[in-house]
């Protein structure tokens, strides 16, 4: 599966991105949620990956664009944020995700939760 992760959080993108390739996925990133709609445009991911709390940009803004993209409308959206409120999985949702995983992501489940909400997506 190609994934595109967008987090303003360098560190964070290396340990998302390791997990997935260990799992046999493909990854690209951005740190810049207000450069990242182009990127994602360009990589045509099967999933994205968006962290809710980013500068510029944010995580609900960023699902709002690429929710109004019709060639990504129906690409799965994961959000990732260290808020575990159901406040912000809901508000995540209204704005287009198709799912929320909180952080810190744990390693030995991550890419399966992504899977599973991605519903498998080659």
């Not at 450069?35 to 510029?56: G, N, Q």
Request: glycine content about 6%; overall charge negative; aromatic content about 4%.
């Amino acid at each position: 599966m190609k994934i595109f992760i967008v987090d303003d959080d360098y560190e964070a993108i290396q340990v998302m991105q390791a997990v997935l390739e260990s799992a046999g996925h493909e990854v690209n990133s951005n740190v810049s949620g207000a450069r990242a709609v182009s990127a994602v445009m360009a990589t045509k991911p099967d999933c994205i990956i968006i962290d809710l709390m980013m500068a510029a940009l944010d995580g609900l803004d960023l699902c709002d664009e690429i929710r109004q993209i019709s060639a990504l409308d129906e690409t799965p959206i994961v959000m990732v944020s260290a808020r575990d409120a159901d406040h912000w999985k809901e508000k995540a949702v209204e704005h287009g995700a198709s799912g929320y995983i909180t952080k810190p992501i744990d390693p030995a489940t991550f890419a399966g939760q992504i899977e599973d909400i991605a519903g498998g997506a080659n």
